[in-house]
């Protein structure tokens, strides 16, 4: 039975059986209910609307005699087919909609530095799991604010082992998202304090700030990542960093500048946010051990996530707090509940537990080295001493910065031209800060070798 809905006026000079009729009539001319359509039982209408037998049987009766519906024996009743004018047209007036655009894939090759490889996502593995804690029932209720106790033991475990950040599982708050995570921050840390933050820098985390009416400092880096030097002049009190390989340049922060960095937050007590997105995949060199981990004061605010190293749309990052903070979390926002499904943790969980984590990593670090070494190689070999190549030590994207006398633009809608998709740098800058030589952003953790090789040689035909 589809259900209808009319809105009944009991201090309406109508009887409630007129009103069911007109409702009734007026759905049939508008269309909403077609001809031949099966109206439901009058049993069944009237313990739907709780109304009395006798007040569907009168407006039912006023239908079939006005010739809307008619009754077929031992079936039911029928909405009749009309001729002429008696059902409206769909486009007399019709009600306004909002105009939102059609997403399209119009590209041949997507740069798009948010992709990951899925022709090597361990999909059987993946979905046993997912079966086997989709049966477990105890996983259907809510569970603790901060995640499964379990995926927390094992994200202390492996970013212990991985990146050298040390936390108790309790220290850890698992949430859909960095920016989720981020906007949780800003209730913790409070109104009064100055952000400051990468300049260029990551824009959906300049949105939260912006969004939750922070004040915001941009900071100017050089060769090794944030300037500690311009830090001091200012007065935030907070900054957020991305030192395993800052975002969007790709500048590894050296482990002077990060002692460099902790001085300042022990002096000022401040706080750092380090958000290590994609710390897992360094190609050159020994990993640095991570801010958290070389801090010996609490001040750094660690920010983890699966979406690069796994698949964006699991949405699974974590936080992890220092006391101080996590005593505020636990005082004022422990009634948060929590943001990723409890059978995803726990599957997630399954996925370390058993050893699959760390294979994948170690499987995706070899594959995204190799992209990034052929992609390199094609610049250099196509594009030449035309293109700069920014960045390439680490990560799932470069930044090319194209000297052609093209505005960045222009080089943006040429590539679209051809049908290749490339990102522009700008949008990372402060407002008007943007001032340099056209920077675009290539990602390529989603593309073949062959697409990388179709992507370069299409630019190069848009480009020179």
Same mark, same amino acid.
């Given at each position: 039975?589809?259900?209808?809905?009319?809105?009944?006026?009991?201090?309406?000079?109508?009887?409630?059986?007129?009103?069911?009729?007109? &409702?009734?009539?007026?759905?049939?001319?508008?269309?909403?209910?077609?001809?031949?359509?099966?109206?439901?039982?009058? @049993?069944?209408?009237?313990?739907?609307?709780?109304?009395?037998?006798?007040?569907?049987?009168?407006?039912?009766?006023?239908? %079939? *005699?006005?010739?809307?519906?008619?009754?077929?024996?031992?079936?039911?009743? #029928?909405?009749?087919?009309?001729?002429?004018?008696?059902?409206?047209?769909?486009?007399?007036?019709?009600?306004?909609?909002?105009? #939102?655009?059609?997403?399209?894939?119009?590209?041949?090759?997507? #740069?798009?530095?948010?992709? $990951?490889?899925?022709?090597? #996502?361990?999909?059987?593995?993946?979905?046993?799991?997912?079966?086997?804690?989709?049966?477990?029932?105890?996983? =259907?209720?809510?569970?603790?604010?901060?995640?499964?106790?379990?995926? @927390?033991?094992?994200?202390?475990?492996?970013? &212990?082992?991985?990146?050298?950040?040390?936390?108790?599982?309790?220290?850890?708050?698992?949430?859909?998202?960095?920016?989720?995570?981020?906007?949780?921050?800003?209730?913790?840390?409070?109104?009064?304090?100055? &952000?400051?933050?990468?300049?260029?820098?990551?824009?959906?985390? @300049?949105?939260?700030?912006?969004?939750?009416?922070?004040?915001?400092?941009?900071?100017?880096?050089?060769?090794?990542?944030?300037?500690?030097?311009?830090?001091?002049? %200012?007065?935030?009190?907070?900054?957020?960093?991305?030192?395993?390989?800052?975002?969007?340049?790709?500048?590894?922060?050296?482990?002077?500048?990060?002692?460099?960095?902790?001085?300042?937050?022990?002096?000022?007590? *401040?706080?750092?946010?380090?958000?290590?997105?994609?710390?897992? =995949?360094?190609?050159?060199?020994?990993?640095?051990?991570?801010?958290?981990?070389?801090?010996?004061?609490? @001040?750094?605010?660690?920010?983890?996530?699966?979406?690069?190293?796994? %698949?964006?749309?699991?949405?699974?990052?974590?936080?992890?707090?220092?006391?101080?903070?996590?005593?505020?979390?636990?005082?004022? &926002?422990?009634?948060?509940?929590?943001?990723?499904?409890?059978?995803?943790?726990?599957?997630?969980?399954? =996925?370390?537990?058993?050893?699959?984590?760390?294979?994948?990593?170690?499987?995706?670090?070899?594959?995204?080295?190799?992209?990034?070494?052929?992609?390199?190689?094609?610049?250099?070999?196509?594009?030449?001493?035309?293109?700069?190549?920014?960045?390439?030590?680490?990560?799932?994207?470069?930044?090319?910065? %194209?000297?052609?006398?093209?505005?960045?633009?222009?080089? $943006?809608?040429?590539?679209?031209?051809?049908?290749?998709?490339?990102?522009?740098?700008?949008?990372?800058?402060?407002?008007?800060?943007?001032?340099?030589?056209?920077?675009?952003?290539?990602?390529?953790?989603?593309?073949?070798?062959?697409?990388?090789?179709?992507?370069?040689?299409?630019?190069?035909?848009?480009?020179?």
């Amino acid at each position: 039975m589809f259900e209808m809905t009319p809105h009944f006026q009991k201090l309406k000079k109508h009887p409630l059986y007129l009103q069911l009729y007109e &409702f009734i009539k007026q759905e049939i001319q508008e269309g909403r209910i077609q001809a031949g359509m099966k109206l439901p039982s009058k @049993r069944k209408l009237a313990v739907h609307l709780n109304l009395g037998l006798n007040t569907v049987d009168a407006a039912y009766q006023q239908l %079939i *005699a006005e010739g809307y519906v008619e009754s077929v024996l031992r079936k039911g009743y #029928f909405v009749v087919e009309f001729e002429g004018d008696v059902i409206k047209k769909k486009d007399q007036n019709p009600p306004q909609q909002p105009n #939102f655009p059609e997403i399209k894939s119009e590209y041949k090759i997507d #740069f798009n530095h948010g992709k $990951v490889d899925l022709e090597q #996502f361990p999909f059987s593995i993946w979905r046993k799991l997912l079966l086997d804690t989709s049966c477990r029932h105890e996983l =259907f209720m809510n569970g603790n604010p901060q995640g499964e106790r379990n995926l @927390r033991v094992a994200i202390a475990d492996s970013i &212990f082992q991985s990146r050298g950040a040390r936390c108790s599982p309790d220290q850890i708050i698992i949430g859909a998202g960095t920016q989720y995570l981020m906007q949780l921050l800003c209730l913790l840390l409070g109104k009064n304090r100055t &952000f400051a933050m990468e300049d260029p820098g990551f824009h959906r985390i @300049r949105h939260v700030f912006q969004d939750f009416e922070r004040k915001i400092e941009g900071i100017p880096l050089d060769e090794d990542g944030v300037t500690v030097e311009h830090l001091r002049r %200012i007065r935030a009190d907070i900054v957020y960093v991305t030192p395993s390989h800052q975002f969007p340049t790709g500048t590894i922060m050296p482990i002077s500048r990060r002692m460099e960095l902790l001085k300042w937050a022990r002096e000022k007590q *401040a706080y750092i946010i380090e958000d290590d997105y994609d710390g897992e =995949f360094r190609y050159v060199g020994k990993p640095i051990p991570s801010l958290q981990g070389l801090d010996t004061n609490s @001040r750094v605010i660690y920010l983890g996530t699966f979406s690069k190293a796994f %698949i964006p749309s699991i949405r699974v990052s974590y936080l992890i707090l220092p006391p101080e903070l996590l005593k505020v979390y636990h005082q004022n &926002f422990s009634g948060y509940k929590h943001t990723v499904p409890r059978i995803i943790q726990e599957a997630l969980y399954q =996925f370390i537990e058993n050893g699959h984590w760390e294979r994948h990593i170690n499987k995706m670090r070899t594959i995204y080295r190799k992209k990034n070494h052929i992609l390199t190689e094609l610049i250099q070999q196509h594009l030449d001493d035309r293109v700069t190549v920014i960045g390439e030590q680490s990560g799932l994207h470069i930044l090319l910065q %194209i000297n052609n006398g093209l505005s960045e633009t222009e080089l $943006v809608e040429r590539a679209k031209q051809v049908g290749v998709n490339i990102y522009p740098t700008s949008l990372y800058y402060e407002k008007g800060k943007y001032s340099h030589e056209p920077t675009i952003l290539l990602g390529y953790g989603g593309l073949s070798h062959k697409e990388l090789q179709e992507g370069i040689l299409l630019l190069k035909k848009a480009w020179f």
